[in-house]
């Protein structure tokens, strides 16, 4: 992930892209959750430290081939995985929900702690639609950032390059680079 693309502002709340039921992107949608849930089936079921496995059967999710530095520790869940981008050097650790619909890229030397939740995608506040739409909006980890167990990242934030997001912290706002985060919402509580 290069320095532009966390540099890069992302669209406001209002502007994030809706999918609504019943359209050919919202059958794509689905068609790509029922393949996702196949492959995780399998990568789910693998005994644990076989990497070599892991890193193919993340590679037939993703579409793209995974670095061997990489290392996922099942259970992992995700609700389609083509939008799901993996750095090298990336340790991702037990119980990861990785919701990709909006697109989850995470860069180089990531570590992600136990239990956390990248989410990229929610549904309008709006309860006469909220039902038949979905919004979406790109997650960013940046190079060198830890996501302590059991936080949660939410639709169109970007993790900056060295952040860190501390344990059970909910981050609905971009994190700056080298920065600590924590607190319900996330608020920074020191630079690095």
Known sequence: MSRTDLDRPL???????????GTPESRAASAEIRRAW??????????????????????ELTGAEVDPSVRVLPPFHT????????????????????????????????????????ISSGHPLD???????????????????WIAAGATVLQGVTI???????????VTKSVPPRTLVAGVPARAIRAL
Not at 45 to 57: I, K, N, S, V
Not at 160 to 170: F, N, T
């Open 11 to 21: 669209a406001p709340a209002q502007d994030r892209t809706v999918i609504r039921s």
């Open 38 to 59: 196949e492959i995780l089936g399998r990568l789910n079921a693998l005994r644990p430290g076989d990497f070599d496995a892991m890193r193919t059967l993340l590679g």
């Open 79 to 118: 609700d389609g995985g083509r939008n799901l981008r993996f750095g090298r050097n990336v340790f991702v650790n037990h119980g990861c929900t990785a919701m990709d619909l909006g697109g989850i890229d995470i860069g180089d030397d990531v570590m992600i702690g136990p239990n956390v939740q990248l």
């Open 127 to 145: 309860p006469t639609v909220r039902r038949s739409q979905i919004t979406i909006a790109p997650i960013r980890v940046g190079r060198g950032a």
């Open 160 to 170: 900056g390059e060295d952040a860190v997001v501390a344990a059970g912290a909910v």
